[in-house]
């Protein structure tokens, strides 16, 4: 099982920025690809980003594409989240997961481990 704990979060005007970041703890966390997540008041849970083991490999939703960027750091054991031009529509419980295998996915139930998450709100 890998814990995971984000940080980062916060208010921010929109067209504003931040940079998420999830720690995880364990050994195995090089070996599996990481996936980012958020859910706003009232709606289901949506994906939101997804990085491969090496980080060759990056997916994201239409609704943040050209305006966030996942990246890890295999050696910090974290995974981060760029989101920049930030709309109201934004903001939610941004929470990152660990998959079950190597390769990333936009489902959910493909991600075993789950962490509590960061608020992100955004003003207009």
């Known amino acids: 099982q890998v814990q995971l704990v984000e940080s980062g979060g916060g208010l921010v005007q929109a067209g504003g920025s931040l940079r998420l970041s999830c720690a995880a703890s364990?050994?195995?966390?090089?070996?599996?690809?990481m996936g980012w997540f958020r859910q706003a008041p009232g709606k289901e849970r949506e994906f939101v980003a997804a990085?491969?083991?090496?980080?060759?490999?990056?997916y994201y939703s239409d609704s943040v594409k050209g305006r966030a960027t996942i990246s890890r750091d295999n050696a910090k054991n974290t995974v981060y989240l760029q989101m920049n031009s930030l709309k109201p529509e934004d903001t939610a419980l941004y929470t990152c997961?660990?998959?079950?295998?190597?390769?990333?996915?936009?489902?959910?139930?493909?991600?075993?481990?789950w962490g509590q998450g960061t608020q992100v709100t955004v003003s207009s």
């Open positions: 997961a660990a998959a079950k295998f190597t390769a990333p996915s936009m489902r959910s139930d493909y991600y075993a481990s």
């Open positions: 364990g050994r195995t966390f090089s070996s599996i690809a």
């Open positions: 990085i491969s083991v090496g980080g060759s490999f990056t």
